[in-house]
């Protein structure tokens, strides 16, 4: 997934010349996430930032910060993505992220505290509606393991802004 974003980075940044350089190509954004239920608490954070290549295709990178608590049971997971985003057409967004998470989550089993760390990874595919900054859809989990993952399903609806 590295080699596929650096060459892309490359390939299509070639062709992108603007008066500005670098910098000019560059847009920050990300995710924010609370929710709140009868025993239970969310948060989540996600800035980003992606590198416009060209007209089409833009790469960047992510860090995602979540927490949960729900009865006894909580999860803190942090970690890092890597995002590639290509607009076949300017309304229809395609996307796929690499995400990795450590993930430290304590729960009550049988009256006694159990503690787990591990790494989770996470590869998404999604694809959504564009209108300039603001991106809505779908995306899903290709590696969803459904007693590691954080996420309840592998399908998760998304909105992605970029200034």
């Keep these: 997934m590295f080699i ?11 062709g992108y010349r603007t008066s500005g350089g670098f910098w000019n190509n560059v847009y920050y954004g990300g995710g924010v996430g609370l929710g709140f239920g009868r025993e239970s608490f969310n948060a989540s954070l996600s800035p980003s930032a992606i590198y416009q ?4 295709m833009a790469v960047g990178l992510g860090l995602n910060f979540n927490y949960s608590k729900f009865q006894e049971s909580k999860l ?3 970690g890092g993505s890597l995002l590639t985003l290509y607009n076949p057409i300017q309304l229809i967004q395609l996307s796929a992220e690499l ?3 450590r993930v430290n989550r304590d729960f009550e089993f049988d009256g006694a505290t159990i503690s787990e760390n591990y790494w989770s990874p996470a590869l998404f595919v999604g694809i959504g509606y564009s209108n300039r900054n603001v991106t809505f859809g779908i995306r899903y989990d290709l590696l969803y393991d459904e007693e590691k993952s954080i996420y309840g399903d592998p399908f998760m609806p998304f909105i992605r802004f970029y200034f």
């Excluded at 596929?4 to 070639?14: D, H, N, P, T």
């Excluded at 290549?53 to 089409?56: C, K, S």
């Design 76 to 78: 803190l997971a942090y």
């Design 4 to 14: 596929f974003i650096l060459s892309s980075i490359i390939a299509m940044g070639q």
């Design 99 to 101: 995400e990795h998470l």
């Design 53 to 56: 290549a060209n007209e089409q």
